[in-house]
């Protein structure tokens, strides 16, 4: 059985580059030859690329881009060497060619990035799989809508595109309504690929630091508090700040923390799994704050005061909540992480995410 997933795989970012390994991974574990569709994207392509989209920008952004050329080429390089190296990759694809790849795969799955969302990749159906021609082949694990509710002029499209699908696999509540009022179509809740490995696995990936006795912060969107709330962790601990994916304008404003915008995937893995603390307002650092069992803080509660829906669900589905901060007086040492409770509900949902992936596959 030839399995072909089609995600975000070349995007520039940790949680995309992991959910994408760890689902192939799964996949390859549960006996499927699996591979990871290399389609690019145009709009994906553009998006992140190093040079362009100058005339789009200001002049403050286009010089700090210039700034940060170097590193984040490296950051690049690091990020497609870690995906040629770790996963299995198709022949590449561009939405010419990509219904060549109908007779090369048995099952096709989409997910588990925002594969839903029309904004992430300008409304490319590729990723609703409309390049197969065998409905029966077409799935979903986890896929993300990343928004609440579907603009009028595209749910027309929506409920044609998952009409389609044979079986479809959502990773958000919200999502699951989508799809009833879309398409009358039921679908299963499944958690991020990322949680279907577990903490040795992950560590055989992992790059570990060669220093110990730090906070971690990583930070996804701008945050009210977590900045301030490390050095006041550091100082009730006596722990230096590592900071990742900081550019050069931020170590200017933050000379007390270290790191760099460089960090490799293995290197970031490698920071959560020896991290003493993690302060974060990202999903995927909740997840592997989770998975490596850390002291850890979450910031839920955006600068623009919307709430991370994705990173409190989680928290609440594992019984982590204690570790949600708003406020610095949230910076306490004495909270009860139960990682025991957590490790057990994980194992649950991997065993019921296991079973939808073997079922899909079985059933073609």
């Known amino acids: 059985m030839k399995v072909g997933v089609i995600t975000f795989h070349r995007a520039i970012n940790y949680g995309a580059a992991l959910q994408t390994y760890a689902l192939q991974k799964a996949l390859t574990g549960l006996g499927f030859d699996s591979e990871v569709i290399d389609y690019r994207c145009d709009h994906m392509e553009e998006l992140y690329k190093l040079v362009g989209g100058f005339s789009t920008k200001s002049v403050k952004q286009n010089i700090r881009s210039f700034m940060n050329y170097f590193p984040a080429k490296r950051k690049m390089k690091s990020f497609r060497s870690m995906i040629n190296e770790n996963m299995k990759l198709s022949p590449m694809y561009d939405s010419t060619t990509i219904n060549q790849s109908n007779d090369r795969y048995d099952v096709f799955i989409t997910g588990s990035d925002q594969v839903f969302n029309y904004a992430c990749s300008d409304f490319d159906k590729n990723y609703f799989l409309s390049f197969v021609d065998d409905k029966q082949k077409i799935n979903s694990y986890a896929a993300s809508f990343g928004i609440c509710e579907i603009p009028n002029e595209y749910r027309?499209?929506?409920?044609?595109?998952?009409?389609?699908?044979?079986?479809?696999?959502?990773?958000?509540?919200?999502?699951?309504?989508?799809?009833?009022?879309?398409?009358?179509?039921?679908?299963?809740?499944?958690?991020?690929?990322?949680?279907?490995?577990?903490?040795?696995?992950?560590?055989?990936?992992?790059?570990?630091?060669?220093?110990?006795?730090?906070?971690?912060?990583?930070?996804?969107?701008?945050?009210?508090?977590?900045?301030?709330?490390?050095?006041?962790?550091?100082?009730?601990?006596?722990?230096?700040?590592?900071?990742?994916?900081?550019?050069?304008?931020?170590?200017?404003?933050?000379?007390?923390?270290?790191?760099?915008?460089?960090?490799?995937?293995?290197?970031?893995?490698?920071?959560?799994?020896?991290?003493?603390?993690?302060?974060?307002?990202?999903?995927?650092?909740?997840?592997?704050?989770?998975?490596?069992?850390?002291?850890?803080?979450?910031?839920?509660?955006?600068?623009?005061?919307?709430?991370?829906?994705?990173?409190?669900?989680?928290?609440?589905?594992?019984?982590?909540?204690?570790?949600?901060?708003?406020?610095?007086?949230?910076?306490?040492?004495?909270?009860?992480?139960?990682?025991?409770?957590?490790?057990?509900?994980?194992?649950?949902?991997?065993?019921?995410?296991?079973?939808?992936?073997?079922?899909?596959?079985?059933?073609?």
Not at 278 to 293: L, M, P, Y
């Open 156 to 364: 027309a499209e929506y409920a044609r595109l998952l009409s389609r699908f044979n079986h479809i696999s959502v990773r958000e509540e919200s999502g699951k309504k989508m799809v009833r009022e879309l398409a009358g179509k039921d679908s299963e809740l499944h958690v991020d690929p990322v949680f279907l490995l577990d903490a040795s696995e992950w560590s055989r990936l992992a790059k570990d630091p060669d220093f110990d006795n730090y906070i971690l912060i990583y930070r996804l969107n701008k945050s009210n508090v977590i900045n301030d709330f490390a050095r006041l962790l550091a100082k009730k601990t006596g722990k230096k700040i590592v900071n990742i994916g900081q550019d050069y304008i931020d170590r200017l404003k933050n000379r007390d923390f270290c790191g760099g915008m460089d960090t490799s995937v293995q290197e970031f893995l490698g920071l959560f799994k020896n991290a003493d603390y993690v302060v974060t307002n990202s999903f995927h650092g909740t997840a592997f704050s989770i998975i490596f069992e850390r002291q850890f803080y979450v910031e839920t509660k955006q600068k623009d005061f919307k709430k991370n829906d994705r990173a409190e669900n989680l928290l609440k589905l594992t019984g982590l909540t204690e570790s949600i901060v708003e406020s610095l007086d949230d910076c306490r040492l004495d909270i009860y992480r139960d990682f025991g409770t957590a490790r057990k509900v994980i194992a649950e949902e991997k065993a019921r995410a296991l079973s939808y992936l073997n079922g899909i596959c079985v059933d073609e």
